[in-house]
Structure formats: C-alpha cells, structure tokens
C-alpha cells in the first residue's frame, strides 16, 4: 500500500500534483500579460500625446513663418498683430514673461528657502506638522483665484506705496506668481535638506559648530543640487502660469523692464488668441502656434538645465 502511494505520488496525478496547477499559473501568466499591456498602453498614450503637441506646434508654426520673416519675428520690438500696421516681434511679450517669472522668484526664493530650512533644521514635529498642510494647501487653490486676489487685494497696495501705478501692472504678477511658487520651492527644498544624512550633521556638531553654523555651512551645501534644482522647476512653473498673470499684469505688450507698468506675457496673449475672435487660417491667428512654441522651447531648455544641473553636482551618500 505504501510502495502503491508513492508511486501515485511520483506520477504527479494526486491532487496535489503539477497538473493541478498548470491551469492556475497558466491564468497568472495571462492577466500578467494583460496587465503589462495596459500599463504599455497607458505609457504609450503619453508619448503619443507629447509628440503630437510638438508636431501640432512645428506645422502651424512653420505656416506662420511663410508669411512673417523669422528675423522680424526675433527682433521687431513691436507685437501688434492684431492692429494695422502690424507687427510680429514677439520681444515684448518674451521681457514681459521673463519680467514676471524673474520677479516672482525675488519672492518665492527666499522666503521659499527660509521656510523650508525652519521646517526642517528648527520647526518641533507637531509644529512641522501644522505648517506643512497649510504650505501644501496654496497649490490647491486654483489660479485664477489667484488672479483676482491680485487685482483685489495686492494691486491697491502697489498703488498706495508707488503712487500713479496703474490697476494692472507687473509687480502685482510677480507677487501672485511668487506665492503660486511657494508650495514647490518648500516642499522640493525641504525634501533635500531632510536628505542629508545625520552623521554629517553630527560631525559638524562634535567639532564644536553651532546649529546656525551646520544649517548654512554643512547642511545647506550638501542639499545645493536639490535646492537649486526646485528653483529651475519653480522658474518653469512661472513662465508657464496664465490665469493669475493674465488678470494681474494686463495685456499690453511693452518692451521694459519697469515691474509698475503693465505688460503682456505669452501665456496671456494665447488666453487672448483662444477666446475666438481671430479667424482661423490667417497669421494673426497662427501667432498662437508660433508662440506656444517659443514658451514650450524655454520650458524645455530649462527643465533640461535642471536635469543637467542636478546630474553634475549631485551628491551621493551611502
């Protein structure tokens, strides 16, 4: 009976057997394959979704080029397409978005970075616990919202400290802007502050450095790469914000640098462009594209500035 059991045993027909779970593995494997379709799928619709972006942008930009010289579109300090006689410099526009986004990081860096070292190096946990929502909240709130808290609230004051400011200028952008950047610019910073490992912290302190000296003198440096990177991708973000700059700034395309005048970005002229009164087909309305274009080709190069940054002076602890 024993020898008889064995044998039963060694053929693999008991129930307990490879026959009984060759269905079972083969159904795993199936859904397996299933699974990695979908999730190639899902991967392929955002590839597909980004080439198509950039071809869509070339097509109608190369269009717009047949009729407007690139030269005249590159150096012209005029942008009045939709007005005779017209011109297609698209310089105005290019200093009013670099005046905003270079505006809102004279606000957002440092109180971006301050906030993020206290809430790492200083802030108790219950403390840290209570802030950190809040700070994250300011990235919830949508920004058109934003927009009108400019026009409401921080524009009157520009007017009350620098008399003759008009409602819509470019310091009131910067502000909102700036606070639109500050949920970034914390929480990026803070994640690489917390980064840095302790022994280095406790050395510093086991040769005698005070807690301001190892924050700005070990702590700071050590996180450089993450910090820094965090202010290109705040930057990015800026030069890409629409609603807020286009209720704050205004929509006249000056060439200056004056924060107290209004000015007109490209994100704000597209919001103009897309309301529908330009025909489509005519190069007025094809500036769309070409200037999408030039806002993607920033965005680009310095996210790809980011990268680079972060990959040449990263530092690595084991």
Same mark, same amino acid.
């Given at each position: 009976?024993?020898?008889?059991?064995?044998?039963?045993?060694?053929?693999?027909?008991?129930?307990?057997?490879?026959?009984? *779970?060759?269905?079972?593995?083969?159904?795993?494997?199936?859904? $397996?394959?299933?699974?990695?379709?979908?999730?190639? *799928?899902?991967?392929?619709?955002?590839?597909?979704?980004?080439?198509?972006?950039?071809?869509?942008? @070339?097509?109608?930009?190369?269009?717009?080029?047949?009729?407007?010289?690139?030269? /005249?579109?590159?150096?012209?300090?005029?942008?009045?397409?939709?007005?005779?006689? =017209?011109?297609?410099?698209?310089?105005?526009?290019?200093?009013?978005?670099?005046?905003? @986004?270079? *505006?809102?990081?004279? !606000?957002?860096?440092?109180?971006?970075?301050?906030?993020?070292?206290?809430?790492? $190096?200083?802030?108790?946990?219950?403390?840290?616990?209570?802030?950190?929502?809040?700070?994250?909240?300011?990235?919830?709130?949508?920004?058109?919202?934003?927009?009108?808290?400019?026009? !409401?609230?921080?524009?009157?004051?520009?007017?009350?400290?620098?008399?003759?400011?008009?409602?819509?200028?470019?310091?009131?952008?910067?502000?909102? !802007?700036?606070?639109?950047?500050?949920?970034?610019?914390?929480?990026?910073?803070?994640?690489?502050?917390?980064?840095?490992?302790?022994?280095?912290?406790?050395?510093?302190?086991?040769?005698?450095?005070?807690?301001?000296?190892?924050? !700005?003198?070990?702590?700071?440096?050590?996180?450089?790469?993450?910090?820094?990177?965090?202010?290109?991708? @705040?930057?990015?973000?800026?030069?890409? /914000?629409?609603?807020?700059?286009?209720?704050?700034?205004?929509?006249?395309?000056?060439?200056?640098?004056?924060?107290?005048?209004?000015?007109?970005?490209?994100?704000?002229?597209?919001? =103009?462009?897309? =309301?529908?009164?330009?025909?489509?087909?005519?190069? $007025?309305?094809?500036?769309?594209?070409?200037?999408?274009?030039?806002?993607?080709?920033?965005?680009?190069?310095?996210?790809?500035?980011?990268?680079?940054?972060? *990959?040449?002076?990263? $530092?690595?602890?084991?």
């Amino acid at each position: 009976m024993s020898s008889a059991s064995a044998d039963l045993s060694v053929s693999g027909s008991g129930p307990s057997g490879p026959s009984a *779970g060759a269905p079972a593995s083969g159904r795993w494997r199936g859904l $397996e394959g299933g699974i990695h379709l979908f999730l190639l *799928g899902c991967a392929a619709v955002s590839v597909v979704t980004t080439v198509s972006i950039v071809v869509i942008l @070339a097509v109608e930009s190369a269009r717009f080029f047949l009729d407007v010289s690139v030269v /005249e579109f590159l150096t012209d300090t005029r942008w009045t397409p939709l007005l005779k006689p =017209q011109h297609f410099g698209i310089l105005p526009l290019l200093c009013g978005t670099i005046l905003v @986004a270079v *505006g809102s990081m004279c !606000v957002s860096v440092p109180i971006g970075l301050g906030t993020a070292i206290f809430l790492s $190096e200083y802030a108790p946990g219950r403390l840290r616990e209570v802030i950190r929502p809040v700070v994250e909240i300011l990235a919830g709130i949508p920004s058109v919202v934003y927009g009108y808290f400019a026009v !409401v609230t921080i524009s009157p004051v520009v007017r009350w400290v620098f008399p003759g400011t008009g409602v819509f200028n470019a310091a009131s952008a910067c502000v909102v !802007v700036g606070v639109m950047t500050l949920p970034m610019i914390i929480s990026l910073s803070e994640d690489a502050l917390r980064a840095v490992p302790r022994s280095l912290r406790q050395g510093a302190y086991a040769l005698g450095a005070t807690k301001y000296e190892v924050t !700005v003198q070990v702590v700071v440096p050590a996180a450089m790469s993450g910090i820094v990177a965090s202010f290109l991708l @705040a930057v990015s973000r800026a030069i890409g /914000e629409t609603m807020a700059v286009s209720l704050a700034a205004g929509k006249t395309p000056r060439l200056t640098l004056n924060p107290l005048e209004s000015v007109q970005t490209m994100t704000s002229y597209i919001v =103009q462009i897309s =309301q529908g009164d330009t025909p489509a087909g005519t190069p $007025e309305y094809r500036t769309l594209f070409a200037v999408g274009l030039v806002l993607f080709v920033m965005t680009l190069l310095i996210n790809l500035l980011a990268q680079w940054f972060l *990959g040449r002076v990263r $530092e690595k602890y084991e």
